[in-house]
């Protein structure tokens, strides 16, 4: 048996995404993103954004360029979302329409912005599976959630148990405008991590997301240049508050946050160490280094060694098939 049957026994797996989701909005951008997505491989995801990226007034110009790059040859791993408008606005139906019937087969992922409860993510996803089944696109495609109004917080448990849902990413910015002046405007930046009010969002969107075997993605860092900075404010969100994955606004950002998400050679190392004498073991409780460890710890050291991989780092050819 694969050591995800052995340890995941009745459950369903965690998702596993690659850790950085780079967000670009227009044509230029997108195509740079790709060049640079080639470059590296598919060690990032990429979103093409419709909600704020398109013009005003030429939105399904917009949605249109977005599906021709998806379909073309520089879409070369399929990993490659989409955000289309938020619900209360004319044109998400329009997007929806557009980019899953021309480019259903390409798109890694929906991201889907601003609901308000679990009950409108579901309406929304099911007219994306219409509009998928009616254009044959012949697979289920995967949803992801922003959570940045006070609805989405307050039913972010049920939005990420939402079968189809297998990422839920915090709408910072939208959030703290939320409360109208009553959160400073220190928490869009890195005050974020120390207001009590975003603190908690971050925790219950996290948390929701472990809960149901889905992944966290953590906001943006407004900083773009500053590597210090953009280490510092991930290795916050993955240490204190359980981010996973990040979103990124600037290619400087991506090989920052793709390292910093990333597990270290030595914990690759003892990941690998640990699971090959489990496996000998036939997955019974072992000793390493002094240490006991069982099937809950191979849990997590077998999280670490998929990481390592979705991350582009080399591993080990005899722990190959513990993947």
């Given at each position: 048996m694969q050591p995800s049957q052995v340890l995941f026994q009745g459950e369903a797996l965690?998702?596993?995404?690659?850790?950085?989701?780079?967000?670009?909005?227009t044509e230029v951008r997108m195509r740079k993103a790709l060049a640079l997505q080639a470059e590296l491989g598919p060690v990032f995801d990429i979103t093409f954004d419709c909600e704020d990226g398109a013009p005003v007034g030429k939105e399904a110009e917009h949605a249109q360029l977005v599906a021709d790059i998806l379909l073309s040859s520089d879409n070369r791993f399929n990993r490659v979302g989409v955000r289309i408008h938020d619900p209360s606005h004319s044109c998400w139906k329009a997007d929806v329409a557009t980019l899953i019937k021309q480019a259903g087969k390409k798109i890694a992922f929906v991201m889907i912005p601003k609901v308000v409860s679990a009950t409108q993510t579901q309406s929304i996803i099911d007219e994306i599976n219409h509009v998928a089944k009616t254009a044959n696109i012949g697979r289920v495609i995967?949803?992801?959630?922003?959570?940045?109004?006070?609805?989405?917080?307050?039913?972010?448990?049920?939005?990420?148990a939402l079968e189809q849902v297998e990422s839920l990413s915090f709408g910072l910015m939208d959030f703290v405008s939320a409360h109208h002046g009553a959160i400073p405007g220190s928490a869009m930046d890195r005050g974020q991590f120390d207001h009590p009010l975003v603190a908690r969002a971050m925790l219950e969107i996290?948390?929701?997301?472990?809960?149901?075997?889905?992944?966290?993605?953590?906001?943006?860092c407004?900083?773009?240049?500053?590597?210090?900075?953009?280490?510092?404010?991930?290795?916050?969100a993955k240490n204190e508050f359980g981010f996973t994955r990040k979103w990124s606004i600037h290619p400087n950002q991506i090989p920052v946050i793709v390292k910093t998400l990333s597990p270290s050679p030595s914990e690759i190392e003892e990941a690998c160490s640990i699971l090959l004498a489990a496996q000998v073991a036939q997955w019974g409780p072992i000793q390493h280094e002094g240490k006991l460890h069982d099937r809950a710890s191979y849990?997590?050291?077998?999280?670490?060694?998929?990481?390592?991989?979705?991350?582009?780092?080399?591993?080990?050819?005899?722990?190959?098939?513990?993947?």
């Open positions: 965690p998702r596993a995404l690659p850790v950085c989701d780079h967000y670009a909005g995967p949803i992801q959630v922003l959570i940045e109004t006070h609805g989405a917080l307050q039913d972010v448990q049920a939005i990420a996290s948390a929701a997301c472990h809960a149901h075997g889905k992944v966290a993605s953590h906001n943006v407004t900083n773009i240049n500053d590597v210090a900075i953009i280490e510092s404010d991930t290795l916050r849990r997590y050291f077998w999280t670490i060694l998929q990481k390592a991989h979705l991350t582009g780092h080399a591993i080990p050819a005899k722990a190959e098939k513990l993947l």
